[in-house]
């Protein structure tokens, strides 16, 4: 049985990290993917991509309870 982390309406629209979600790092210094990230694209999640601040942008999944960033400045 997979782990699912439904969102109430009281925590849509909030920040990942207001809602208890586990941040996972900087996805840039990444040595490998972290399993929860591979699993949750296996499943198919659909995740959400926000820009964030200059060239930073915030990945999260409301199903999977997680979020990272990347740098996308090059």
């Known amino acids: 049985m997979g782990y ?12 990942a990290s207001e809602k208890g979600y586990r941040f996972l ?8 993917t972290p ?3 591979v699993r949750c694209r296996q499943l198919g999640h659909q995740t959400s991509d926000a820009e964030t ?4 942008h915030v990945v999260t999944c409301d199903e999977c ?7 996308c400045s090059g």
Not at 5 to 11: G, I, M, P, T, V
Not at 53 to 56: C, H, I, L, M
């Open 65 to 71: 309870g997680y979020s990272f960033e990347y740098d």
């Open 35 to 37: 399993p929860e990230v």
């Open 53 to 56: 601040r200059n060239q930073y």
């Open 4 to 15: 699912y982390r439904a969102e109430s309406s009281a925590e849509r629209g909030k920040p």
């Open 25 to 32: 790092g900087v996805a840039n210094g990444w040595g490998d």
